[in-house]
C-alpha cells in the first residue's frame, strides 16, 4: 500500500494522529548512515519541525546545500486496542525520495516529491509501547527525476545540484506525517463526474473499498440535509434544484461513503463535492457554460525559513491576498502543492490549474537560465529520456489526476513546464504524453503545458496535442526590455496572431518583469516598482487585443527563492508581493484591473 491518495479525513470510523512536530534530525554529510545503522536510531543529532524544508533553518551553509542524504527521527505510541485497526501511516510528501524504517523494519520507499505515500504499520508496529520512526530523504536529481537536474561532485567529496529550474531545490518532510487508524475494512478510492442539466445537478460515483461488501452513499448540502442517496459501488445521484459550484462561490456538497457489513457501517468516509462542468468549446474555456476568464498568478509553495515546507498560516494569507486583489485562479508551477490547498480553493471557489512536477526538461548545463538564451539543446535527443525520464513523467501524471480528480477547484491539468517543445523529438515524446494523461481523468478535464519562448508559434512541436495554448511570454523583460518596451508589443502581438490561427483557448500562464520592493525611478529603470507596473500596462494592452486569450496569470504571485546567480538577486523578485506577501505597486495596478 505504498500509493495512498484519498486525503486523511475523519469520521466516526476514522482516527488521525499527527505526527507534526520538532522531530530529530542529522545530516548525512558523508554518507554513511545506512552503513552505520542510522535506520535503528539517531545519535548525536539536532531539531527540525515537520512539516518543513531543513534547507534555511540552520546558519550552516553546507547544511543549506547538502545534497544527499538527511535522516529524521520521532516517537509514537500506539494502544492495545489499536491492533483491531488497520494502522496506516502516512506522508503528506517528502523531497524527493524517502525511505521508511519502523522499529529498524523497512516499511516504505517511494521517490517523487510531491505525493503522499505510506504503509499499513501493524506488522512492524509495537502496541503498548514505543515505537521509533525513522526516515531518511534524498534530494538528489538528474536527467531522468522529475524535476530533472544535475548533482556536480568535487574533489573533496561534497556534492552541489544544479536544478534545471528556477526555483531552490528544497528538501525535507514538506507535508504532515499522519497515522490514519483505519477500520478493518476501509474504502480506499472514490471518483466523481458531475454534471447538470437545468436546476437538476448529477453526481456520478465510483467506490473502491478492501471488502465487496454494501456500499451506502449519502449526499448532504451544507445545512446538512441529505439531498440524494444510493446504494452499490457505482450509481448517479441527482439533487434537486443545485446550488453549483461556481469561481468565487465553493459551494460545496458532502458525499457520505459508508461502507456496511451485515447492515452495520463499518466504514465512512466524507468527500467534499463541488458540483460543476469544465469543457473548451472553440476558443472558449467554460465553467458550468460561462466563459471563464483566469486572473491570477502562477505561485510557488514557497516562504521564508519554511521554504517548500506547507504551511497553513502562509496559506491562508495567500488565500487573503488573492481575494484582496481580485484573482480567481491560480497554477501550482512547478508541482503539485499540499492536499490542504485544493481543498481550501474548493472551499473559497479558487479555480486552479494543477501541475505535474514536470519542470526543467531542457537541456541546461548552468542552471535554467540557459533556457532563456535559445541555445542549441539536445534534451528530446536522449535516448533515456525517451524511456525513463517519460515513464517517470507519466508516473507523476497518473499520481496527481489519482489524487486531485476529485477536486472541484481543479479544472485543467498543466502536464509540464516550459519543456525544449521546438526539439523534433519532443513530438513523439508529448504525443505519448498527452494520450496517456487523457485516458486517466474521469472528469476529462482539458490538459495543456506551459510552452516556453524559445518555441514560438511555428516552431513548437507539443502544443498540437494541447486543449488549451498556455504561453509564457517575456516581451519586455528577457526579450527587448528596458528601453525597448514599448516597441516590444508589436513582436508579441504578431506571435499571438500565429497562435490565434489554432482556434484554441490561450492562457497567458506566465509575463512578468523582477522588481526590487522599494527601488523607484521615474523615468522608470528596470527592477523598479515603476517599470513593473508600465510593462503590465503594455502586456495587458496585448492581451485585451486578443480574443483568443481567455486568462492572465501573472509571474509570480510573490517573490521566491532560486538558486543563486549572477540574474537573481536573493530569488526570483517578479512578485506581485514581496517573499513576506506586502504589495508592491504592481499589486495595486492588478487589484483595479481585475476587479
Ligand atoms: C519561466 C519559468 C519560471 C521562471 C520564470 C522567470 O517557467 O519558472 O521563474 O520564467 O524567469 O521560464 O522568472
Known sequence: MEEQFLYPAQSQTRQIIDLSGIWKFKVDF???????????GLSNYSEVPVPSSFNDLFTDKDVREHVGDVWYQTEFYLTEEWQQKNVNLRFGSATHRAEVWLNGVKIAEHEGGYMPFGAIINEAADFGAKNTLIVVVNNELDLTTIPTGQVKEYDDGKKRLFPYFDFFNYAGIHSAVKIQLLPKDYIYDISTVTDYEGNTGYLNYEIESTSHSEIKVELKDEA?????????????????????????????????VSLLSSGEIVDTYPLPVGIRTVEVKGNRFLINDEPFYFKGFGKHQDSEINGRGFDPAVMIRDAELLDWIGANSVRTSHYPYDEEFYRMCDRRGVVVIDETPAVGLFDMNMNFLAAGTGKESDFFDK??????????????????????KNHASVVMWCLANEPDSAQERAE???????????????????????????APYGKCNAAQFADVISLNRYYGWYLMGGAELRYSQKNFEEELAGWEKEGKPIVMTEYGADTKAGIHKLPSVQWSEEYQNEYLEHQHQVFDNCDSIVGEQMWNFADFQTVEGILRVNGNKKGAFTRDRQPKMAAHLLKARWE
Open 383 to 404: 535516448e533515456i529520456v525517451h524511456q525513463k525520464t517519460k515513464e517517470n513523467h507519466k508516473r507523476e501524471i497518473k499520481r496527481l489526476m489519482k489524487r486531485d
Open 224 to 256: 446538512g440535509n441529505v439531498v440524494a442517496e444510493a446504494n452499490g459501488d457505482s450509481g448517479k445521484l441527482e439533487v434537486e434544484s443545485v446550488n453549483l459550484w461556481q469561481p468565487g462561490e465553493g459551494y460545496l456538497y458532502n458525499l457520505e
Open 428 to 454: 513523439e515524446y508529448f504525443e505519448e504524453i498527452f494520450s496517456y494523461a487523457r485516458e486517466l481523468d474521469p472528469q476529462a478535464r482539458p490538459l495543456t503545458f506551459t510552452n516556453i519562448m524559445t
Open 30 to 40: 558523508e554518507g554513511k548512515g545506512r552503513d552505520e545503522g542510522w535506520q535503528n
